[in-house]
């Protein structure tokens, strides 16, 4: 019986529950907040600018390095087996 007494003590508890309103301006700060836009200065927008174009370059030298060594490779590898052969045509 002590279970059932505290299962509706606490269920009662739901029905002492008073609702609050919110404050009168509390909604148009709110909005206020959301739509207020932060502007970002122009120094940290060329900076942004200036590293995209920096990390792009790099990335390019780097693959044309890359292709430049496979070509010598492989050019390498063509006159090696055209030496050893004196044939033009593969088999």
């Known amino acids: 019986m002590e279970k059932d007494k505290w299962i ?3 269920m009662d508890t739901a ?3 008073v609702e ?6 509390l909604y ?12 970002v200065r122009k120094e940290v927008l060329w900076l942004a600018a200036a590293s995209i174009v920096i990390l792009a ?3 390019i030298k780097v693959i044309y390095s890359d292709l430049q060594v496979e070509h010598e490779i492989e050019e390498t590898a063509l006159v090696a087996s055209v030496s050893d052969s004196n ?5």
């Open 8 to 10: 509706e003590e606490v």
């Open 15 to 17: 029905n002492q529950i």
């Open 20 to 25: 609050v309103a919110p404050a009168d301006g």
């Open 28 to 39: 148009f700060q709110i909005q206020q907040k959301l739509n207020a836009k932060k502007k």
């Open 57 to 59: 370059s790099i990335n």
């Open 87 to 91: 044939q033009f045509y593969f088999r």
